[in-house]
């Protein structure tokens, strides 16, 4: 319960670990400053509550010399702030800039409220007639960077893969790619993020992730 | 010297009732007259949040009394708390009633120098209420497209099914930032103008300093708000492009002009609670606030600063990936001005002499509830962090920590400090520990379970978490904060007894019962109308002479003439 | 009641009305600044806009501007009549920010007509929606800016007693003219 890294999903890609390692070091960092601040907080509590005889010290904290004690931490905060982004940057590039090449490229369209999947078919191009479509299932092989490129039909929704750490939004009049490459096989939730009418609550799809083969088996079973 | 000018101050006896309570330029009246409304929006907002609770935790069985909630309702209910909250509940009360009661007594100025445009200040935010009220009750019902607003789904009706109400939403807010314009104006130029003889700004209380910086976030913040508040409500009743992809708008546009508003919006809200926590902590220590000075800077720098970060709240929204680690610098730069604060509060307590009176009760509870909001803030900061966390229940947990302290934590600090100045009645002690006690351990219960959703994967705005196999084991965590909420709403019984007994049979307030500094306690509990008889005070010092050695008291009022500790009793 | 006998915290020059206004001009500025900042990162962004602004009329525009500019400089006289003491040729001065506000009005009239008949309304894309939007909001604020020059005209008829609200009127109007010297070249000649 205490350990708010365990309330994670499993993780199930491969930069799915990155993110995670971004999420404990903020945790062990924002740990410490909660038990500083809050152990300080108490103990003054505990050694300064009114006592009879015992005046209260007159201590502005205007010069340098007292405000230092406040500075010094501070300081500490700022060089720990940029430390977290310093390490933080690279794994953002690796899940939203850089593109991996990838040999399956899937097209996932919102709409109010499912997710429309359309593979591009032996041909390799979309809006060509070996398009093959679904609704609310997306089949990928393991261990294979797959390309999804995101659209929208109405409104704002969001593609959110919690077992891959995965989010990107869906806007219309706009195609928005990103990418992921499964380390598991198995059945995977993929619930839209973002308020988008009535039918928000429960609008996902299923990603199933299949090992090599029996993806194999999958895709030539679609194109017959 | 500039003496002030000797007015005959009017009885209510000479101006009839409704010039004295319904059409007063008198800014006490004025300020309660906020309070008032904030009250009441608090009751709609705080059952919205118990509906929607009921929801969450048995998805499956209907409310009491409401009936069944359908998702149409429950995405209008999460619309309606949120701005409800934020707009009618933090700002009139925070801003519009603290604001209004106390700058001018702590300034040492008889009113606001615009009297009547505090009026129509509190008109048009009463006019603004009724519109937002409305909302309610036309066809197709209140806004449903979030407190956030966003096009497409808030820009064509079709995607909602709501009409009238959206645009009476728009409308609503539109009434609401007016007010708060003119009411950010007078107060900046009240401080600037009418401050007594001896208050330099290097005199005057935190409590002003943050109202003035709030007022200034505000009133440079809410500009490209209102721009895209019209090109919404054009969008939706005139068919123009703005936010429509296929017409050559981008729905973009909208969250970068929400956001450039609503990220110093949150501090609009904060900081007057923020004020109100470094006046209790000194008063209730007796000592000086710990680096008042650069509290200020640290407020200046974090206003300042507040401009450049709102697209944290949009690292996943498809703008440009490149964007995203400049702003993630500078959120996580603008944690550092309230580490600051916040060590200084912590600072402030080393050496004193602390008595647990319940305001200063309510302000460590903010202390330590704003620490938490403020540490899972870092998380959001990170972008590679918030693409998991983004639209979770992670984000509501940080927000509600935040903003609750603020609102709730430091709304109450201020309100039982400043209870008897403002009715001139103390308010009971017991029913004042039992609220706050109840009120921290309730809040948490309520919202630390939230973190855990989030992290689960738990998405916001979701009328049923039972649709999700992941959030089937975790459900319990759902029925826990919901009981949580219901304490929470129901401990404020303890204040609304409080308050009722208190104005009717409570002790009566001496002048300044806390032994404090600052020019409010050194008018009469509550302020006469212009507010200080026929003399204005004459400033002689700060407001943090607390145990100061050798002094004849542990205090020393701002406007004590040499040889007083106070000037109480010596202007009549 | 506070009077400018208590004001002791502002330098010379400056009252607490004339404050209030550059506070409010300042929040102002954040609205335009809003939809002008919008609008550029449009611009910039997106091809096919130069097409659309053709049809704009630039004589009308340019006639619109030159009729604002000389309304600025009849309510500075105006102005420095006040300072003088002299109502007439306050009445005169002011009178004439008047009609060149109406003046503009009507032009803008004309041209919405005009282009509305050639079929180009706010919803017909995204330049249009910009250009209504922006010359509508200043015309309201022009509209305002009319009616405050008519009330501080009307209560300079007889006295001089508010004769310092000429100056915050005036303040006003020459924010409302140099919005439109912002948005005829960014509408009509980019």
């Known amino acids: 319960m205490l350990n708010w890294l365990r309330w994670l999903p499993e993780n199930a890609s491969t930069y799915g670990a990155d993110v995670d390692g971004v999420i404990a070091i903020i945790w062990y960092t924002t740990l410490v400053w909660f038990f500083l601040t809050f152990g300080t907080l108490g103990a003054f509590l505990v050694l300064y509550r009114r006592r009879p005889g015992r005046a209260a010290a007159h201590v502005r904290g205007e010069r340098l010399r007292e405000a230092a004690w406040i500075l010094v931490p501070v300081a500490v905060v700022l060089v720990l702030d940029l430390w977290l982004d310093f390490r933080g940057a690279p794994v953002w590039a690796k899940v939203k800039i850089e593109r991996p090449p990838a040999e399956l490229t899937v097209q996932v369209t919102g709409r109010q409220f499912n997710w429309e999947v359309v593979y591009p078919g032996a041909d390799g191009r979309f809006g060509t007639a070996d398009d093959k479509p679904f609704i609310d299932e997306l089949h990928v092989p393991v261990n294979r960077p797959v390309r999804v490129v995101l659209k929208s039909r109405d409104v704002i929704h969001s593609f959110f893969l919690p077992n891959f750490r995965l989010k990107q939004d869906a806007v219309p009049g706009r195609d928005i790619e990103g990418w992921f490459q499964a380390t598991k096989p198995g059945k995977y939730e993929l619930p839209c993020a973002m308020l988008c009418g009535f039918g928000h609550s429960g609008m996902k799809a299923y990603l199933y992730v299949h090992p090599e083969a029996e993806y194999d088996a999958w895709a030539a079973e679609q194109r017959s | 010297m500039i003496t002030a000018s000797l007015v005959h101050a009017p009885s209510h006896a000479d101006t009839g009732f409704w010039s004295t309570y319904v059409f007063s330029t008198d800014h006490k009246t004025i300020g309660k007259q906020y309070l008032g409304l904030g009250v009441l929006w608090t009751v709609v907002g705080g059952l919205l949040a118990g509906g929607m609770r009921w929801q969450l935790a048995w998805p499956d069985t209907a409310l009491p009394v409401v009936g069944e909630i359908g998702p149409e309702v429950f995405n209008m209910m999460v619309t309606m708390h949120g701005t409800i909250m934020v707009f009618f509940v933090a700002m009139p009360i925070l801003l519009g009633a603290f604001g209004n009661f106390l700058i001018p007594l702590m300034i040492g100025a008889r009113d606001m120098i615009f009297p009547r445009l505090n009026m129509l200040s509190v008109w048009t935010f009463t006019v603004a209420s009724v519109v937002m009220l409305s909302s309610f009750f036309v066809p197709g019902g209140a806004a449903s497209a979030g407190w956030t607003g966003y096009p497409p789904l808030s820009a064509r009706p079709e995607y909602t099914g709501v009409h009238w109400g959206l645009n009476l939403w728009i409308l609503g807010l539109a009434l609401e930032f007016a007010s708060f314009l003119m009411g950010g104006v007078n107060y900046l130029t009240t401080a600037i103008a009418l401050r007594a003889p001896g208050m330099t700004f290097f005199r005057m209380p935190l409590v002003v300093w943050q109202q003035l910086v709030a007022s200034t976030l505000f009133l440079l913040s809410v500009g490209p708000l209102i721009a895209g508040a019209v090109m919404l409500l054009l969008d939706r009743t005139l068919g123009t492009a703005f936010y429509a992809s296929d017409l050559g708008g981008d729905p973009l546009l909208w969250q970068h002009l929400f956001w450039f508003f609503g990220h110093p919006e949150v501090y609009v809200v904060l900081l007057p609670a923020l004020g109100f926590v470094l006046e209790v902590l000194p008063v209730f220590s007796r000592k000086p606030i710990f680096g008042y000075r650069w509290i200020i800077w640290a407020t200046l720098v974090a206003g300042a600063l507040s401009f450049i970060v709102w697209a944290h709240h949009m690292f996943i929204s498809g703008m440009d990936p490149r964007l995203a680690m400049p702003f993630s610098v500078t959120t996580i730069l603008i944690s550092v001005p309230f580490a600051y604060i916040v060590f200084a509060m912590i600072a402030t307590l080393w050496r004193g002499s602390i008595s647990f009176d319940v305001p200063m009760l309510w302000a460590l509870g903010f202390l330590t509830m704003f620490i938490v909001g403020g540490l899972t803030g870092i998380f959001n900061g990170s972008a590679p962090a918030d693409i998991y966390i983004n639209n979770t229940y992670f984000v509501v947990a940080h927000f509600h920590y935040t903003l609750f302290s603020a609102v709730v934590f430091g709304g109450f600090a201020g309100l039982y400090f400043w209870f008897p100045k403002m009715f001139g009645r103390m308010l009971g002690r017991p029913l004042g520990h039992l609220h706050f006690w109840l009120t921290l351990v309730f809040f948490n219960v309520t919202f630390f379970p939230q973190h855990h959703l989030g992290l689960a994967g738990m998405v916001r705005r979701v009328a049923n978490p039972l649709q999700y196999d992941a959030l089937v084991p975790l459900q319990w965590l759902n029925v826990l904060s919901t009981w949580g909420a219901f304490g929470l709403l129901a401990a404020q019984a303890a204040l609304v007894a409080n308050v009722v007994w208190s104005v009717r049979a409570g002790a009566r307030a001496p002048g300044n019962p806390w032994d404090a500094n600052t020019l409010e306690w050194s008018a009469a509990s509550p302020p006469p109308h212009l507010n200080w008889g026929p003399s204005a005070p004459m400033v002689y010092r700060g407001p943090y002479d607390y145990s100061v050695p050798g002094a004849r008291a542990d205090w020393h009022s701002q406007d004590a003439g040499p040889g007083r500790t106070s000037a109480l009793g010596a202007r009549s | ?190």
């Not at chain 3, 005209?153 to 000429?166: G, N």
């Open chain 3, 1 to 190: 009641m506070s009077t400018r006998a208590d004001v002791q915290g502002l330098p010379a020059g400056l009252t607490g009305p004339k404050l209030a206004v550059w506070w409010f001009l300042a929040s102002e500025i954040m609205v335009f600044g809003g939809l002008i900042a919008s609008y550029l990162v449009f611009r910039l962004g997106g091809p096919g806009w130069a097409e659309a602004s053709q049809h704009l009329s630039v004589t009308f525009a340019a006639v619109n501007t030159l009729v604002l500019l000389t309304s600025s400089y009849t309510v500075v006289r105006a102005f420095v009549a006040a300072e003088r003491g002299d109502i007439g040729g306050l009445r005169i001065n002011l009178g004439l920010t008047v009609l060149g506000g109406l003046l503009f009005l009507g032009i803008k009239a004309l041209e919405y007509t005009t282009e509305i008949r050639a079929g180009f309304t706010p919803g017909s894309g995204i330049f249009w929606s910009f250009y209504y939007t922006m010359t509508g909001l200043h015309g309201l604020h022009v509209l305002g800016g009319v009616v405050l020059n008519v009330v501080v005209l009307v209560a300079a008829r007889s006295s001089l007693e508010h004769v310092h609200r000429v100056e915050l009127a005036g303040l006003y109007w020459h924010f409302v003219d140099v919005v439109w010297i912002f948005l005829f070249p960014l509408l009509y000649l980019s």
